[in-house]
Protein backbone atom coordinates (compact mmCIF):
# COMPACT_ATOMS: atom_id res chain seq x y z
CA UNK A 1 0.00 0.00 0.00
CA UNK A 2 0.85 3.59 -1.05
CA UNK A 3 0.49 7.06 0.83
CA UNK A 4 0.91 5.37 4.61
CA UNK A 5 0.21 8.28 6.54
CA UNK A 6 -3.07 8.78 4.58
CA UNK A 7 -5.95 8.83 7.15
CA UNK A 8 -8.29 5.69 6.83
CA UNK A 9 -11.13 7.94 7.66
CA UNK A 10 -10.80 9.09 4.03
CA UNK A 11 -11.49 5.52 2.78
CA UNK A 12 -15.06 4.92 0.77
CA UNK A 13 -15.53 2.81 4.34
CA UNK A 14 -18.91 1.91 5.95
CA UNK A 15 -19.14 4.59 8.87
CA UNK A 16 -19.13 1.54 11.55
CA UNK A 17 -15.96 -0.19 10.46
CA UNK A 18 -14.19 3.49 10.39
CA UNK A 19 -15.20 3.71 14.21
CA UNK A 20 -13.95 0.49 14.70
CA UNK A 21 -10.91 1.01 12.93
CA UNK A 22 -10.53 3.86 15.08
CA UNK A 23 -10.79 2.14 18.19
CA UNK A 24 -8.49 -0.41 17.41
CA UNK A 25 -6.05 1.97 16.96
CA UNK A 26 -5.31 1.98 13.09
CA UNK A 27 -5.81 5.86 12.00
CA UNK A 28 -3.61 5.51 8.90
CA UNK A 29 -2.64 3.49 5.53
CA UNK A 30 1.05 2.49 7.78
CA UNK A 31 -1.33 1.14 11.06
CA UNK A 32 -2.82 -1.32 8.77
CA UNK A 33 0.17 -1.86 6.30
CA UNK A 34 0.91 -5.79 7.30
CA UNK A 35 -2.49 -6.59 9.03
CA UNK A 36 -3.45 -9.81 7.48
CA UNK A 37 -7.51 -10.90 7.05
CA UNK A 38 -7.60 -12.84 10.35
CA UNK A 39 -5.82 -10.40 12.32
CA UNK A 40 -7.55 -7.51 11.72
CA UNK A 41 -10.96 -9.82 12.25
CA UNK A 42 -10.14 -10.48 15.77
CA UNK A 43 -9.32 -7.02 16.17
CA UNK A 44 -12.59 -5.34 14.97
CA UNK A 45 -14.61 -8.07 16.18
CA UNK A 46 -15.91 -8.78 12.56
CA UNK A 47 -16.05 -11.48 9.89
CA UNK A 48 -13.01 -12.66 7.76
CA UNK A 49 -14.95 -11.74 5.41
CA UNK A 50 -15.62 -7.84 6.07
CA UNK A 51 -11.79 -7.81 7.14
CA UNK A 52 -10.95 -8.56 3.67
CA UNK A 53 -13.53 -6.67 2.17
CA UNK A 54 -11.87 -3.70 4.25
CA UNK A 55 -8.03 -4.37 3.54
CA UNK A 56 -9.15 -4.95 -0.04
CA UNK A 57 -10.76 -1.38 -0.46
CA UNK A 58 -7.87 -0.03 0.89
CA UNK A 59 -5.67 -1.39 -0.98
CA UNK A 60 -7.41 -0.55 -4.57
CA UNK A 61 -7.83 3.78 -3.30
CA UNK A 62 -4.58 3.33 -1.49
CA UNK A 63 -3.22 5.60 -4.76
CA UNK A 64 -5.91 7.96 -4.72
CA UNK A 65 -5.99 11.10 -3.76
CA UNK A 66 -8.99 11.91 -1.14
CA UNK A 67 -10.94 14.74 -1.95
CA UNK A 68 -11.00 14.30 -6.24
CA UNK A 69 -10.82 10.83 -6.78
CA UNK A 70 -8.16 10.63 -9.44
CA UNK A 71 -4.91 8.67 -8.68
CA UNK A 72 -1.57 10.38 -8.77
CA UNK A 73 -0.69 9.13 -11.47
CA UNK A 74 -3.25 10.49 -13.45
CA UNK A 75 -1.22 13.56 -14.41
CA UNK A 76 1.19 11.28 -16.42
CA UNK A 77 -0.62 11.74 -19.71
CA UNK A 78 0.97 9.51 -22.49
CA UNK A 79 0.61 9.69 -26.25
CA UNK A 80 -1.54 7.19 -28.22
CA UNK A 81 2.12 6.73 -30.48
CA UNK A 82 3.99 5.71 -27.16
CA UNK A 83 1.47 2.70 -26.34
CA UNK A 84 1.73 1.80 -29.98
CA UNK A 85 5.20 1.67 -29.77
CA UNK A 86 4.39 -0.95 -26.19
CA UNK A 87 1.94 -3.04 -28.19
CA UNK A 88 5.07 -3.27 -30.87
CA UNK A 89 7.10 -4.65 -28.11
CA UNK A 90 4.70 -6.93 -26.54
CA UNK A 91 6.20 -10.13 -24.58
CA UNK A 92 4.81 -13.60 -24.70
CA UNK A 93 5.13 -16.86 -22.99
CA UNK A 94 4.42 -19.48 -25.80
CA UNK A 95 1.93 -22.62 -25.12
CA UNK A 96 4.18 -25.15 -27.41
CA UNK A 97 1.76 -25.11 -29.60
CA UNK A 98 1.90 -23.39 -32.71
CA UNK A 99 -1.89 -23.30 -33.39
CA UNK A 100 -2.49 -21.81 -30.07
CA UNK A 101 -0.04 -19.32 -30.37
CA UNK A 102 -1.07 -18.08 -33.44
CA UNK A 103 -4.70 -17.81 -32.37
CA UNK A 104 -3.72 -15.66 -29.37
CA UNK A 105 -1.00 -13.62 -31.60
CA UNK A 106 2.42 -15.19 -30.45
CA UNK A 107 1.57 -16.92 -26.95
CA UNK A 108 0.12 -15.77 -23.78
CA UNK A 109 0.40 -11.65 -23.65
CA UNK A 110 2.60 -10.62 -20.41
CA UNK A 111 0.53 -7.04 -18.84
CA UNK A 112 -2.57 -8.88 -19.19
CA UNK A 113 -4.93 -11.25 -17.76
CA UNK A 114 -6.09 -14.17 -19.88
CA UNK A 115 -8.51 -16.80 -18.47
CA UNK A 116 -8.73 -20.66 -19.45
CA UNK A 117 -12.08 -21.99 -19.13
CA UNK A 118 -13.41 -25.14 -19.16
CA UNK A 119 -15.15 -28.47 -17.81
CA UNK A 120 -12.70 -30.75 -15.46
CA UNK A 121 -10.12 -33.09 -17.39
CA UNK A 122 -10.22 -30.70 -20.63
CA UNK A 123 -6.32 -29.45 -19.67
CA UNK A 124 -6.55 -26.38 -17.54
CA UNK A 125 -4.07 -27.84 -14.94
CA UNK A 126 -1.85 -29.15 -18.63
CA UNK A 127 -2.08 -25.63 -19.88
CA UNK A 128 -0.98 -23.88 -16.61
CA UNK A 129 1.99 -26.60 -15.84
CA UNK A 130 3.13 -26.20 -19.43
CA UNK A 131 2.86 -22.28 -19.30
CA UNK A 132 4.96 -22.35 -15.85
CA UNK A 133 7.52 -24.51 -16.94
CA UNK A 134 7.69 -22.52 -20.57
CA UNK A 135 8.08 -18.82 -18.70
CA UNK A 136 11.79 -20.02 -17.94
CA UNK A 137 12.98 -20.83 -21.07
CA UNK A 138 16.37 -18.83 -22.02
CA UNK A 139 15.95 -15.57 -23.58
CA UNK A 140 18.66 -17.06 -26.52
CA UNK A 141 15.94 -19.91 -27.05
CA UNK A 142 12.89 -17.03 -27.09
CA UNK A 143 11.69 -17.49 -23.89
CA UNK A 144 11.68 -15.19 -21.09
CA UNK A 145 13.91 -16.85 -18.32
CA UNK A 146 11.42 -15.88 -15.73
CA UNK A 147 9.59 -17.35 -13.31
CA UNK A 148 6.03 -18.36 -12.07
CA UNK A 149 4.08 -17.87 -8.92
CA UNK A 150 1.71 -21.19 -9.09
CA UNK A 151 -1.64 -20.74 -6.43
CA UNK A 152 -3.94 -23.91 -6.14
CA UNK A 153 -6.79 -23.67 -5.22
CA UNK A 154 -8.20 -27.58 -6.12
CA UNK A 155 -5.25 -29.75 -4.85
CA UNK A 156 -4.24 -30.37 -8.20
CA UNK A 157 -0.77 -29.91 -8.53
CA UNK A 158 0.99 -32.69 -9.39
CA UNK A 159 5.14 -32.71 -9.13
CA UNK A 160 5.34 -35.64 -10.86
CA UNK A 161 3.38 -34.32 -14.19
CA UNK A 162 4.99 -31.28 -13.57
CA UNK A 163 8.69 -32.74 -14.26
CA UNK A 164 7.35 -34.87 -17.73
CA UNK A 165 6.58 -31.45 -18.98
CA UNK A 166 9.80 -29.72 -17.46
CA UNK A 167 11.86 -32.97 -19.41
CA UNK A 168 10.53 -32.26 -22.51
CA UNK A 169 10.86 -28.78 -22.76
CA UNK A 170 14.45 -29.19 -21.76
CA UNK A 171 14.71 -31.80 -24.19
CA UNK A 172 13.16 -29.88 -27.07
CA UNK A 173 15.70 -26.72 -25.97
CA UNK A 174 18.91 -29.28 -26.21
CA UNK A 175 17.76 -30.23 -30.02
CA UNK A 176 17.74 -27.06 -30.55
CA UNK A 177 21.32 -26.26 -29.80
CA UNK A 178 22.69 -29.25 -31.36
CA UNK A 179 20.87 -28.26 -34.81
CA UNK A 180 21.94 -24.85 -34.57
CA UNK A 181 25.38 -25.50 -32.83
CA UNK A 182 24.95 -22.16 -30.73
CA UNK A 183 27.74 -21.39 -28.14
CA UNK A 184 25.41 -19.18 -26.48
CA UNK A 185 22.42 -21.70 -25.98
CA UNK A 186 24.98 -23.97 -24.93
CA UNK A 187 26.05 -21.90 -21.99
CA UNK A 188 22.37 -20.81 -20.92
CA UNK A 189 21.19 -24.89 -21.11
CA UNK A 190 23.65 -25.08 -17.88
CA UNK A 191 21.52 -23.17 -15.52
CA UNK A 192 18.06 -24.35 -17.21
CA UNK A 193 17.44 -28.32 -16.30
CA UNK A 194 14.63 -30.05 -14.44
CA UNK A 195 15.27 -29.09 -11.24
CA UNK A 196 16.25 -25.13 -12.00
CA UNK A 197 12.38 -25.11 -13.51
CA UNK A 198 11.35 -26.72 -10.14
CA UNK A 199 13.09 -23.97 -8.33
CA UNK A 200 11.69 -21.09 -10.14
CA UNK A 201 8.13 -22.27 -9.23
CA UNK A 202 6.55 -20.50 -6.21
CA UNK A 203 4.01 -22.40 -5.14
CA UNK A 204 0.96 -21.59 -2.59
CA UNK A 205 -1.99 -24.07 -1.69
CA UNK A 206 -4.89 -22.06 -0.39
CA UNK A 207 -7.75 -24.25 0.97
CA UNK A 208 -10.62 -21.30 1.28
CA UNK A 209 -11.40 -17.88 -0.46
CA UNK A 210 -10.01 -16.03 2.59
CA UNK A 211 -6.42 -18.06 1.88
CA UNK A 212 -6.80 -16.82 -1.90
CA UNK A 213 -7.08 -13.22 -1.27
CA UNK A 214 -4.96 -13.37 1.49
CA UNK A 215 -2.23 -14.85 -0.73
CA UNK A 216 -3.08 -12.06 -3.55
CA UNK A 217 -3.08 -9.40 -0.78
CA UNK A 218 0.41 -10.45 -0.23
CA UNK A 219 1.71 -10.28 -3.94
CA UNK A 220 3.16 -7.11 -4.13
CA UNK A 221 5.82 -7.41 -1.76
CA UNK A 222 6.43 -11.16 -2.42
CA UNK A 223 7.45 -9.44 -5.94
CA UNK A 224 9.52 -6.98 -5.03
CA UNK A 225 11.76 -9.37 -3.75
CA UNK A 226 11.17 -11.98 -6.79
CA UNK A 227 11.77 -9.61 -9.63
CA UNK A 228 12.39 -12.48 -12.02
CA UNK A 229 8.51 -13.49 -11.52
CA UNK A 230 6.83 -13.12 -14.89
CA UNK A 231 3.71 -15.25 -14.35
CA UNK A 232 1.10 -15.32 -11.80
CA UNK A 233 -1.64 -18.66 -12.06
CA UNK A 234 -4.38 -19.43 -10.31
CA UNK A 235 -5.92 -22.50 -10.77
CA UNK A 236 -8.36 -22.21 -10.38
CA UNK A 237 -10.14 -19.12 -9.87
CA UNK A 238 -13.52 -20.21 -9.15
CA UNK A 239 -13.18 -23.11 -7.00
CA UNK A 240 -13.85 -21.44 -3.35
CA UNK A 241 -16.18 -19.27 -4.89
CA UNK A 242 -18.53 -21.53 -6.03
CA UNK A 243 -20.32 -23.02 -3.02
CA UNK A 244 -21.23 -21.85 0.40
CA UNK A 245 -21.67 -18.30 -1.04
CA UNK A 246 -24.74 -16.69 0.44
CA UNK A 247 -23.86 -13.34 0.08
CA UNK A 248 -23.38 -13.20 -3.67
CA UNK A 249 -23.11 -9.18 -3.44
CA UNK A 250 -19.70 -9.66 -1.10
CA UNK A 251 -18.51 -12.64 -3.63
CA UNK A 252 -18.93 -9.77 -6.23
CA UNK A 253 -17.27 -7.32 -4.97
CA UNK A 254 -14.11 -9.60 -3.69
CA UNK A 255 -13.73 -10.91 -7.09
CA UNK A 256 -13.53 -7.51 -8.17
CA UNK A 257 -11.21 -6.79 -5.67
CA UNK A 258 -8.59 -9.44 -6.89
CA UNK A 259 -9.12 -8.51 -10.30
CA UNK A 260 -8.16 -5.17 -10.12
CA UNK A 261 -5.20 -6.60 -7.67
CA UNK A 262 -4.09 -8.79 -10.89
CA UNK A 263 -4.59 -5.93 -13.48
CA UNK A 264 -2.10 -3.66 -11.03
CA UNK A 265 0.75 -6.40 -10.54
CA UNK A 266 0.38 -7.50 -14.59
CA UNK A 267 1.46 -3.93 -15.41
CA UNK A 268 3.75 -2.51 -12.74
CA UNK A 269 5.84 -6.08 -13.00
CA UNK A 270 5.12 -6.61 -16.33
CA UNK A 271 3.90 -10.22 -16.28
CA UNK A 272 1.28 -12.46 -17.48
CA UNK A 273 -1.93 -13.65 -15.02
CA UNK A 274 -3.28 -17.01 -15.76
CA UNK A 275 -6.74 -17.67 -14.17
CA UNK A 276 -8.45 -20.49 -14.99
CA UNK A 277 -12.19 -21.16 -14.47
CA UNK A 278 -14.67 -23.71 -14.55
CA UNK A 279 -17.70 -24.33 -16.23
CA UNK A 280 -21.60 -24.27 -14.93
CA UNK A 281 -24.71 -24.98 -16.80
CA UNK A 282 -27.50 -22.52 -17.98
CA UNK A 283 -30.78 -23.60 -18.95
CA UNK A 284 -32.34 -21.91 -21.93
CA UNK A 285 -35.79 -19.98 -20.47
CA UNK A 286 -37.60 -19.97 -23.98
CA UNK A 287 -36.63 -22.89 -25.05
CA UNK A 288 -38.34 -26.24 -23.27
CA UNK A 289 -35.28 -27.55 -21.05
CA UNK A 290 -32.17 -26.36 -23.57
CA UNK A 291 -28.87 -26.41 -21.98
CA UNK A 292 -25.66 -25.14 -22.50
CA UNK A 293 -22.44 -24.11 -20.68
CA UNK A 294 -20.68 -21.30 -19.72
CA UNK A 295 -17.92 -19.98 -17.51
CA UNK A 296 -18.60 -19.80 -13.91
CA UNK A 297 -18.89 -17.11 -11.79
CA UNK A 298 -21.48 -15.19 -13.91
CA UNK A 299 -21.35 -12.29 -16.33
CA UNK A 300 -19.73 -9.93 -13.81
CA UNK A 301 -16.97 -12.04 -13.72
CA UNK A 302 -16.54 -12.22 -17.86
CA UNK A 303 -15.18 -8.39 -17.46
CA UNK A 304 -12.29 -9.57 -15.10
CA UNK A 305 -9.60 -11.17 -18.19
CA UNK A 306 -8.42 -9.11 -20.77
CA UNK A 307 -8.07 -12.58 -22.97
CA UNK A 308 -10.65 -15.21 -22.64
CA UNK A 309 -9.83 -19.05 -24.14
CA UNK A 310 -12.50 -21.60 -23.76
CA UNK A 311 -11.49 -25.38 -24.06
CA UNK A 312 -13.80 -28.11 -24.56
CA UNK A 313 -14.42 -31.43 -26.28
CA UNK A 314 -16.40 -32.45 -29.19
CA UNK A 315 -16.05 -35.41 -31.18
CA UNK A 316 -13.20 -36.93 -28.87
CA UNK A 317 -11.21 -33.82 -29.73
CA UNK A 318 -10.19 -30.90 -27.45
CA UNK A 319 -10.59 -27.62 -28.88
CA UNK A 320 -9.38 -24.28 -27.88
CA UNK A 321 -12.14 -21.60 -28.73
CA UNK A 322 -10.29 -17.58 -28.29
CA UNK A 323 -13.83 -15.80 -27.30
CA UNK A 324 -12.09 -12.20 -25.99
CA UNK A 325 -9.49 -10.68 -26.99
CA UNK A 326 -8.75 -6.72 -27.62
CA UNK A 327 -6.49 -7.37 -30.43
CA UNK A 328 -7.65 -10.85 -32.34
CA UNK A 329 -10.47 -11.87 -33.76
CA UNK A 330 -12.71 -15.30 -32.50
CA UNK A 331 -10.73 -18.51 -33.33
CA UNK A 332 -11.16 -21.62 -32.54
CA UNK A 333 -8.01 -24.11 -33.08
CA UNK A 334 -7.51 -28.43 -32.31
CA UNK A 335 -4.87 -29.25 -29.47
CA UNK A 336 -3.93 -32.34 -27.53
CA UNK A 337 -2.35 -32.82 -24.33
CA UNK A 338 0.89 -35.52 -24.30
CA UNK A 339 3.32 -36.13 -21.80
CA UNK A 340 5.35 -33.32 -22.85
CA UNK A 341 2.70 -31.28 -22.32
CA UNK A 342 0.23 -29.44 -25.01
CA UNK A 343 0.82 -29.85 -28.49
CA UNK A 344 -0.87 -29.02 -31.41
CA UNK A 345 -2.73 -31.77 -33.18
CA UNK A 346 -0.82 -33.60 -36.15
CA UNK A 347 -3.68 -34.10 -38.83
CA UNK A 348 -3.26 -34.85 -42.65
CA UNK A 349 -7.29 -34.74 -43.18
CA UNK A 350 -9.38 -31.51 -43.16
CA UNK A 351 -10.92 -31.08 -39.87
CA UNK A 352 -14.33 -30.41 -38.85
CA UNK A 353 -14.82 -27.70 -36.42
CA UNK A 354 -17.04 -26.62 -34.44
CA UNK A 355 -18.98 -23.84 -35.00
CA UNK A 356 -20.96 -23.65 -32.11
CA UNK A 357 -19.51 -23.70 -29.16
CA UNK A 358 -20.48 -24.59 -25.34
CA UNK A 359 -20.08 -20.74 -24.06
CA UNK A 360 -22.72 -19.31 -26.64
CA UNK A 361 -26.65 -19.05 -25.85
CA UNK A 362 -27.41 -21.94 -28.66
CA UNK A 363 -30.52 -20.49 -30.56
CA UNK A 364 -29.89 -23.89 -32.32
CA UNK A 365 -28.91 -27.15 -31.89
CA UNK A 366 -25.04 -27.88 -31.22
CA UNK A 367 -23.62 -29.98 -34.44
CA UNK A 368 -23.63 -27.35 -37.10
CA UNK A 369 -19.87 -27.75 -39.00
CA UNK A 370 -17.53 -26.33 -41.47
CA UNK A 371 -14.94 -27.82 -43.15
CA UNK A 372 -11.18 -26.33 -43.22
CA UNK A 373 -7.90 -27.78 -44.59
CA UNK A 374 -4.92 -27.67 -42.20
CA UNK A 375 -2.49 -28.70 -44.03
Known amino acids: MENKERELS ?10 KLVAAGFITVGDIKDVR ?3 LSKELSISKEAALDIL ?3 ENHSSTKPGNGHSSSCSQARTALDMLRDESLQQYIITFSERLDDML ?4 PL ?3 TEFCGAPGIGKTQMSFQLSVDVQIPECFGGLGGEAVYIDTEGSFIVDRLIDVAKATVEHCQHIAAAENSAEQVEALKNFSVESILKGIHYYRCHNYVELIATVHLLPEFLKEHSQVKLIIVDSIAFHFRHDFDDLALRTRLLNGMSQSFI ?3 NEHTLAVVLTNQMT ?11 YLIPALGESWGHASTVRVVLYWENSQRWAKLYKSPYRKEDTIPYQVTTGGIRDVQITDPVTVPTHTPLQDESQPCGKKRKIDTQ
Open 10 to 19: SFPLPPIYRS
Open 105 to 108: GGGV
Open 56 to 58: QTI
Open 264 to 266: RLA
Open 111 to 113: TKT
Open 37 to 39: PVE
Open 281 to 291: TRFSVDQQGQS
